[in-house]
C-alpha cells in the first residue's frame, strides 16, 4: 500500500496576486509566498504526520485521493479567509490615511477669502415686436471696476431672435459678446468672451402686481490668457443657467400709469455646469431693490442698489459686489404701426 505524503510542491512557486474589489477600491493582497513559507511548512509537518497514523494505512489509493484534494480545498479556505482578513487591515489603513488626507485639505479649502467692491451699471434694454410672432432682443451695459466710478471692469453687448408663443410667453436665441477689461489675472489686456444664448420668458400681471420670470441658458466660450499682456490660444468654455424673477408694485393710485413711480425687486440665480467646473457650480445670486418712473405705458427707468454674492472659480474666494445700477428698458410695438398704416 502507498504511502502519500504532501510536499510544498504542491504549491505555488511565486506569488499569486488576487484582487477582491471593494465597494470603493481594490487591494491587491499577496496571498502565497515567501512570507507565509513557514506556515506552508507547519501546515505540511501537521498534514502529513496525521495521515501517516495507521487509520490511512489500509485506505485505497482513490480514498487517498480525496482525503488529498479535500486537504487542498481546506488550505486554500484558510489562506482565502486569511486573505480577507489582511485585505481589510490594508483597507482600514488606507480609509485613515485618506480620512485623515481629507480633512486636512478641508481645513485648507475652508480658509475662505473674499473682497468687497462697489460698482455702477449702466444698461439699455430694449424687446422690439414686429408682428404677432417675431421680435427682437437687444441690450447694451457698462460696468465700472470699483469706487462706483474708477476705471471699467465689463461691457456687454446682446441681440437675440424672439419667438412668440403667446402675447406673453416667448423665446428668445441669440449672441452676447462680453468684454473683460484689463483685472486680476490680464492687468495689461482685455479678454473677449463670447455668449450665445437661449431664454424662454414669461408675464403675469395683476392690477396691483407684475410678475416677470425668466430661465436662460448660456454657453460661454472665455478667450484664453497667456500672461498679464497677452491672449493665448483658445477659449475655455462652459454653460451657465440663469433664472431671474421681478416683482414690481406700483405706488400710486394709476397703477403703472405714465408719470408714475412702482418699486422693484428681483432676485437671479447663476449655476455653472461643464467638464471644466470643479469647485464653483454655484457661481453667484444677485439681489435688486429700487424705484421705477413710467415714462409711458412700456416704458420705464429704473435706479437703485443690486447686491451681488459670487464664488470665484477657487472654490473658495468670495466676491461681495455692491452695485449702483441704473436701466432704461425700452419695449416696442411695431404692430400698431402696421395697423395704422393700413387704409
Known sequence: MATYTFTNSYLPAKPIAIYMQQEYSICIILIFGINLLPVRKMFMMYLNTFLSKQIFQSCSTLTMFYIK????????????????????????????????????????????????????????????????????????????????VTDLSQAVLRV??????????????????????????????????????????????????????????????RRKIKNNDE??????????????????????????APKTFSFGMNDEVHINFGKQITYNTFD???LFAGFNYHTNANDYLQAGYLYI???????NKYRYIHVARISYFHNLDLRKKELQSKP
Open 69 to 148: 484534494v479535500v486537504a487542498k480545498l481546506c488550505r486554500t479556505i484558510v489562506f482565502y479567509y486569511f486573505c480577507r482578513l489582511i485585505n481589510g487591515i490594508v483597507l482600514m489603513r488606507r480609509i485613515f490615511c485618506a480620512g485623515i488626507l481629507s480633512i486636512t485639505q478641508l481645513m485648507a479649502f475652508t480658509q475662505k477669502t473674499s473682497t468687497s467692491v462697489q460698482q455702477t451699471w449702466v444698461g439699455y434694454f430694449n424687446q422690439t415686436r414686429f408682428s404677432e410672432k417675431w421680435g427682437m432682443w437687444a441690450e447694451g451695459q457698462i460696468r465700472t471696476k470699483q469706487k462706483f
Open 160 to 221: 437675440g431672435a424672439t419667438y412668440y408663443i403667446k402675447d406673453r410667453t416667448k423665446l428668445t436665441a441669440g449672441y452676447a459678446f462680453f468684454n473683460f477689461f484689463p483685472q486680476e489675472g490680464h492687468t495689461n489686456v482685455s479678454q473677449p468672451e463670447h455668449r450665445p444664448w437661449q431664454q424662454i420668458q414669461w408675464h403675469t400681471n395683476y392690477p396691483k402686481l407684475r410678475i416677470m420670470q425668466w430661465v436662460r441658458l448660456e454657453e460661454r466660450f
Open 231 to 256: 491672449l493665448a490660444d483658445g477659449y475655455n468654455f462652459n454653460y451657465k443657467a440663469r433664472y431671474n424673477l421681478f416683482l414690481t408694485f406700483p405706488l400710486s393710485k394709476n397703477a403703472f
Open 284 to 286: 453667484q445670486n444677485r
Open 309 to 315: 454674492f459670487q464664488q470665484l472659480p477657487a472654490g
